[in-house]
């Protein structure tokens, strides 16, 4: 009779080191994945955010222009920028930083609805009133003078790190 105990084929121990292997390489792949999901969520959050402060700074852009046509005029009118800070240096007001929280310089929109994220900071807007010189040409065709501003809305996401500024010129 045959030694049962003989074994026709020596093991190597192969096998487990093949399967190891393998874990590796599916622990890296699903790794990849997850960091790959989590770049894509911050991307998506980052865009809502900046959505969010766009509408802000649309929605006070619209508030002060509609503000400029009701009289009389409710709100801080500024007279055309830039101007000096530091000596030699100079901004226009909406490159201030304390234009923003400024209640002579800038207004605060209320908070529309209570639904939804709230942005960090109220949008604020600020009017500048425009001079301009005589040799324009457009004023040349105006039966008479009109008043023309220039609107700056500033919008904040739900977080500080978006922040929107838009522009307007209104021609009343």
Not at 3 to 9: D, K, M, P, V
Not at 22 to 42: C, P
Not at 70 to 76: A, H
């Amino acid at each position: 009779m045959k030694n049962f105990r003989r074994q026709l084929h020596p093991q190597s121990g192969l096998v487990l080191p093949m399967v190891l292997i393998f874990l590796m390489v599916m622990m890296l792949i699903g790794f990849t994945a997850l960091r790959a999901a989590l770049l894509e969520a911050k991307m998506a959050a980052n865009a809502g955010n900046r959505q969010m402060a766009f509408q802000a700074a649309e929605h006070a852009l619209r508030f002060c222009g509609n503000q400029l046509q009701l009289s009389p005029i409710t709100i801080p009118q500024l007279k055309q920028g830039p101007i000096p800070v530091d000596g030699a240096n100079s901004k226009p007001y909406w490159e201030i930083a304390d234009s923003w929280s400024n209640s002579n310089v800038s207004v605060a929109m209320p908070r529309i609805g209570s639904e939804g994220a709230a942005a960090a900071m109220p949008a604020r807007c600020l009017v500048e009133k425009l001079q301009f010189d005589g040799d324009l040409q457009y004023q040349q065709h105006l039966p008479q003078q009109r008043p023309a501003y220039r609107v700056t809305a500033r919008g904040i996401g739900a977080s500080t790190a978006a922040v929107v500024v838009l522009q307007s010129y209104l021609l009343l």
